[in-house]
């Protein structure tokens, strides 16, 4: 299981997230990267945190654009149109990130990003939340649907998928592994994401072992600065 | 100095950063007519085979790369770079590369991408002999440990003997090449531009 971190982007800074509403800032991207690639993580997902107005998408990208990082990147948010996809050469990023097109019954985006990046590229991110009942995060009308609303077919499409637990993001513990029962989802390709640490990654209280876990970048660094510390003594 | 071929597709950028990191100086190759004599070709990719191969043939890089190799220029393919130097590939309904080593790109048998690292050792020794690497330090240990980034859908399958033929370290793939050294051309599966230290040691063992 590969172990890697997000990092929320977005107008040149990036951000921990609490809660799907609260952003705390953390710095520029390249200060960013530069403390997490001292980690040697196995993967860093950049995520624009955009809702339904995304008025920075090209001035992000140019400065994603100019990062250096030695840990292979995926990026998304924003990536909502073939327009869209145009601008996105030359990033320093291995695979793309997306959720907004997954809800979409046109499928022309996926399909345009599988015959340019290849079929290995693509991830789907899908932030959920089951306060009430199980709902997923539709960012481009900035609410929470049903997973019905979820087109399967571009689900297919992924090579792998992102569950995001939107209610226990930036905990180190809480993620709701119980919620993949209720999607129509390969359960060999899925990574997850928002309250998972390294605490809980071996497998009992999550009950199926995911390709990757992305730990937050705030209990990423309390728990490399605790093994630094305990290896200090 | 070392060309890395810009065809508009794949992540350039992430090879500069890693030429860069190793203090490499490094020039785009944006066009065929580039007359420049570079210590190494990098042929970068990102993608799928049918737009990297169309575009390849559109800018006219086919015979530009196919005849820097007949006349012995380093070329290193990486990911889907070193895919096309093969005979043919299975990807995109079937695409034929440049036929520079003989082997077929096969699609590999797992549910979804082999993406994630897995464990590799080089013998220095070997790997310096081989590529002729003009700094060699042998009060250092020769065999080095590590692990190397992969993200792929296909493999390599070769049809003869290569200088270094490195197996992928995963069951399921072990038919499969990690690395290939065929006199002057290296075709790279994972991705040393990701791999970290392990990767800038390669470039390092390379040159």
């Not at chain 1, 952003?23 to 997902?45: C, F, M, V």
């Not at chain 1, 990062?67 to 869209?84: E, H, N, V």
């Not at chain 1, 390294?198 to 390709?211: A, F, L, M, Q, T």
């Not at chain 2, 090449?177 to 063992?205: D, R, T, W, Y």
Request: proline share 3%; aromatic share 8%.
């Amino acid at each position: 299981m590969r172990i890697g971190t997000t990092l929320l982007f977005q107008d040149g800074y990036c951000y921990q997230s609490y809660g799907w509403n609260m952003l705390r800032p953390l710095g520029t991207l390249q200060n960013a990267l530069n403390h997490l690639d001292k980690y040697e993580l196995d993967e860093i997902s950049i995520i624009r945190p955009v809702r339904d107005n995304d008025y920075y998408y090209k001035k992000d990208l140019q400065r994603l654009k100019k990062a250096k990082s030695s840990t292979p990147l995926a990026f998304g948010g924003g990536i909502r149109s073939l327009d869209d996809i145009m601008i996105l050469e030359g990033l320093p990023v291995e695979r793309f990130i997306l959720s907004s097109v997954l809800f979409d019954k046109d499928l022309s985006v996926i399909k345009r990003l599988h015959s340019k990046y290849g079929e290995q590229s693509i991830v789907g991110f899908i932030p959920f939340s089951f306060k009430n009942q199980f709902e997923v995060f539709n960012s481009r009308k900035n609410c929470f649907q049903s997973a019905h609303s979820i087109n399967e077919s571009a689900l297919q499409l992924c090579d792998e998928v992102v569950l995001h637990d939107c209610d226990a993001e930036g905990r180190n513990i809480g993620f709701n592994a119980g919620v993949v029962s209720n999607l129509e989802i390969n359960s060999n390709n899925l990574i997850f994401s928002g309250g998972v640490s390294e605490i809980v990654r071996n497998g009992e209280s999550i009950g199926i072992e995911p390709k990757s876990i992305l730990i937050e970048n705030k209990i990423l660094h309390r728990e490399n600065s605790k093994k630094t510390y305990y290896g200090a003594m | 100095m070392v060309g890395v071929i810009d065809i508009g597709l794949g992540n350039i950028k992430s090879i500069t950063n890693w030429l860069d990191r190793c203090v490499v100086p490094w020039k785009l190759i944006h066009s065929p007519k580039d007359s420049f004599e570079y210590n190494l070709i990098i042929l970068p990719g990102v993608g799928s085979v049918l737009e990297f191969m169309t575009k390849l043939e559109q800018l006219r890089f086919v015979d530009y790369i196919q005849t820097k190799s007949h006349q012995g220029q380093r070329i290193l393919g990486i990911c889907l770079g070193a895919h096309v130097l093969f005979n043919h590939s299975e990807e995109d309904g079937g695409v034929r590369g440049l036929g520079l080593i003989k082997g077929t790109v096969r699609h590999i048998p797992l549910n979804s991408s082999n993406t994630g690292w897995l464990p590799c050792s080089f013998d220095k020794r070997i790997m310096n002999e081989i590529w002729k690497s003009q700094k060699q330090n042998v009060s250092r240990k020769q065999r080095v440990h590590g692990r190397v980034f992969f993200n792929h859908n296909y493999g390599i399958q070769l049809e003869e003997a290569a200088d270094i033929d490195l197996k992928i370290q995963l069951k399921e793939l072990s038919e499969f090449s990690a690395l290939v050294n065929k006199n002057n051309l290296i075709a790279c599966q994972f991705h040393p531009e990701k791999s970290q230290s392990m990767g800038e040691l390669l470039l390092k063992m390379i040159l």
